[in-house]
């Protein structure tokens, strides 16, 4: 068994060897994603020597009293906040996972977008999201389409949220059938991923339905389900 001899905040040295962990800083879009970073990435990472540590983007900055979090509505919002987070010598890696979905129309290459799979779109603007950040540390990630994708992937942890509704269920399944992966449910504002949840379970509460399906989900279930998904988390393993 291997233990820890130095954590937060500084680079980790596990058993002997030793061996050193990756610090990674995520900037997340909210809540929901900051809870899936700290209960379930991070245990899953940390095995594999990736110590990741979620920040939310600051929407407004207070001079007394806490800022605002959570939401984006610029590009630039977003460049400022990564700014500190590349600043950390301490960090090895610093990402994002940010909504493809209602993604603001500033981010670069979002007016130049591809035509084909929204694999090769998203693709396409983290490519120039990466070239406009130039900085070796930086991983770009979107999450296609949307965080509730996520959800859409642990169709069987759903009864555990939501109890005696097999028929929404079966709805789900449906969803899930008429797609390769649930990361295609679209970008419509009607039928994004949270937007279908939203009419088939009319008390979906974004924070606490999300994290309590995927507290109690596998990740490497996820990742066989979502490969965009799967290919963030590859770049930072390796």
């Known amino acids: 068994m291997t233990t820890p001899l130095a954590s937060y905040g500084k680079k980790m040295f596990w058993g ?15 809540r929901s994603e900051e809870g899936f970073v700290k209960q379930v990435l991070s245990p899953y990472l940390l095995s594999k ?53 209602a993604l603001p129309i500033d981010f670069p290459g979002y007016d130049n977008r591809p035509q084909g799979t929204c694999y090769s779109r998203v693709q396409h603007i983290e490519d120039r999201f990466n070239e406009d950040i130039n900085n070796l540390k930086f991983i770009p990630y979107l999450q296609l389409h949307e965080f509730e994708a996520l959800v859409f992937a642990c169709e069987e942890q759903l009864p555990l949220a939501f109890i005696n509704l097999d028929t929404q269920i079966q709805e789900i399944s449906a969803i899930n059938k008429k797609v390769n992966s649930p990361e295609e449910i679209n970008d419509n504002p009607k039928t994004a991923p949270s937007k279908r949840l939203e009419n088939i379970f009319p008390e979906y509460q974004k924070v606490y339905h999300s994290q309590l399906v995927l507290s109690q989900s596998n990740i490497d279930d996820i990742r066989s389900k979502c490969p965009h998904f799967n290919s963030w988390l590859s770049k930072l393993e390796n």
């Open 49 to 101: 020597s990736v110590y990741v540590i979620p920040k939310i983007i600051i929407t407004k900055k207070v001079i007394q009293g806490p800022d605002y979090k959570g939401g984006i509505s610029s590009y630039s919002q977003v460049k400022r906040d990564i700014r500190p987070l590349l600043n950390d010598t301490s960090a090895d890696i610093v990402t994002t996972m940010i909504d493809y979905y």
């Open 16 to 30: 002997a060897g030793p061996k050193m962990s990756k610090k990674v800083l995520i900037l997340v879009e909210g």
